[in-house]
């Protein structure tokens, strides 16, 4: 530019060039600084691009392990998916056999249920066929009572004492019902009155006569207690009454057969 300047108009033309290089120049300065600064980027976002390589690599080794981890999960899963089937299998064969047993029970409670009410049938037949055997022994007693035999209160005492039971245990089962007033005591009933009267002076002084007050007393107290518990609906004390009179009713039918042997053993001692 200098030298064009000195050589005046011949040397314009070497201005011109001189400018268009000093142009050039800063051209390919500004040129170079900008591809210095995209190399520069370049190489920023190329360490970037590595970095997130190296992420995505690491990422891809944890996603592998996850997966790993999750298919060794799902193995176990599907063991214990296996296990639960085979015991759901076994609780269903239980549950089958609960079923079939409780349909063999349900028989056996059916044939239960028959055979009880066919016992049922023969209890009631056979309570029917004690009550018809009941009323024609009274019928007897009443007959008997007419008539002159040996003993025969001391006869008449034991089937009275017998048919007394026999209601009470009628009371107990709920075929007849009592009241505890209703029941006589050991004086008003027929061997309490026989006892009492002067038609039993010739046993006085039978051992067995004189021992045979209290059985009866107590055959009467018990019995007349245990209607008076069951009307009360103490099933349990009107039993425990009932074992009581049991036992005395036990001594009284002992002390009336005594009397009634020993009087029968003097009879034939006399006509010996």
């Known amino acids: 530019t200098i030298e064009a300047a000195r050589a005046g108009e011949a040397g314009k033309g070497f201005a011109v060039v ?3 290089v000093k142009n050039l120049a800063q051209q390919t300065a500004n040129a170079t600084d900008d591809i210095r600064a995209r190399i520069a980027g370049l190489r920023d976002e190329m360490e970037g691009i590595e970095v997130s390589m190296n992420d995505g690599c690491k990422a891809v080794e944890a996603g592998r392990a996850v ?3 999750v298919g060794g999960e799902m193995t176990e899963i599907e063991h214990r998916v296996a296990q639960v089937t085979g015991r759901m299998d076994d609780v269903a064969g239980i549950l089958r056999q609960q079923s079939e047993a ?6 056996g409670v059916s044939d239960i249920a028959e055979k009880t009410r066919a016992n049922v049938d023969l209890v009631e037949q056979s309570v029917q ?3 018809n055997t009941v009323a024609l022994i009274a019928r007897k007693l009443s007959a008997m009572a007419e008539m002159n035999i040996p003993h025969k209160v001391i006869r008449l005492a034991k089937a009275d004492h017998v048919i007394w039971k026999k209601r009470l245990a009628d009371m107990m089962v709920g075929h007849e019902s009592l009241r505890h007033d209703e029941l006589a005591d050991h004086h008003s009933c027929r061997l309490g009155k026989w006892y009492y009267s002067d038609a039993a002076a010739p046993f006085r002084d039978h051992a067995a006569f004189r021992t045979l007050e209290e059985p009866h007393r107590l055959v009467h107290l018990h019995g007349r207690e245990a209607a ?3 009307g009360t609906g103490d099933l349990n004390g ?4 009932m074992e009581k009179m049991d036992r005395a009713s036990e001594d009284v039918m002992r002390l009336l057969q ?4 020993t009087d029968d053993g003097a009879v034939q001692r006399a006509a010996e």
């Open 102 to 107: 409780s349909a063999e029970v349900a028989r």
């Open 238 to 241: 009107a039993l425990a009454e």
């Open 18 to 20: 001189a400018s268009e």
């Open 67 to 69: 997966v790993d981890e």
């Open 228 to 230: 008076r518990l069951y």
């Open 129 to 131: 066929t004690g009550e």
């Open 258 to 261: 005594d009397m009634q042997d």
